[in-house]
């Protein structure tokens, strides 16, 4: 075997050998890529008070005697309860401009940390996100006593394959998708075309599943500018709902969106919201 040979296969193998240990990372740590629960800083330092809001600290137990927190906004007038899944990194902290909106909007706001976010315990995954979720909407129902066709389910980015999985589980009154992907996968895999991520990745989220079981109306929120979720794939989730639905196009960046299309944002949200949620 020729020199020249003997480096090429050298060159093979240590490429190889890279290409299945980045496979491996991937694949065990995963967990690092999709939350960010320190991000930009878990300590919470502002209340819905600083906004001028009454709320009501919440804790609830969940798996193995863990507690998650959240605040339970209340609003004068209100037609209905929001329960909002936040995105991937930051805490409920963080949301302080969209619980306005939303409480502008005439609506209490559950709004509520997953485990390992903010003051919450215990870890972040994809099985203890559903299950807080599904603590926060016990909670709403058994706790509260709010008729479920009087609470709105919203998800923002990640908090929308959340969202849709409380959805497709229970009947609320509405869900709306704001900046939603139809699954993790989907997302990742153009970022690694030379990675199977399709078969490595075990956090999947997938929205586009969940909706085929969603029978309540849909709002779809997303923007065009969007670089971090292509706009694609809110265009795919709306092709799937059968129920009555809505797609509202805003302008701007992922997490900026939302303002910066002010105020045809609020208004397309007070317009679905006084449509289809019930006033009795």
Known sequence: MSKFVMIAVWIVVVLAVVYL??????????????????????????????????Y???LLEVEKGERISGWFVTVENSRGVL???HGNAGNIGHRLESVRIFAELCLDILIFDYRGYGESEGKPSESNTYEDAETAWRY???????????????????GGGIASYIA?????????????????PDVAAPRFPFFPVR???????????????????VLVIHSRDDEEIPFSHSQKLFEIVTAPKVFLEIKGTHNEGYKESSPSYEE??????????ITE
Do not use: A, W
């Open 21 to 54: 240990l980045f496979g491996l990372y991937l694949f065990l740590f995963q967990s690092e890529y999709v939350y960010y629960p320190k991000y930009p800083e878990r300590m919470i330092t502002d209340t819905p008070k600083s906004i001028g809001l009454t």
């Open 56 to 58: 009501e600290k919440i």
């Open 83 to 85: 329960l909002f899944c």
């Open 140 to 158: 709403l129902v058994e706790e509260r006593h709010i008729n479920p066709e009087k609470i709105i389910v919203f998800g923002r980015s990640l």
């Open 168 to 184: 497709s589980r229970f009947s609320p009154g509405m869900l709306i998708l704001e900046s939603t992907f139809t699954s993790l």
């Open 199 to 217: 078969l490595i990745m075990r956090i999947k989220y997938p929205t586009s599943e969940y909706l085929n079981d969603v029978n309540c109306p």
């Open 268 to 277: 397309g949200l007070d317009m679905f919201i006084s449509k289809y949620l």
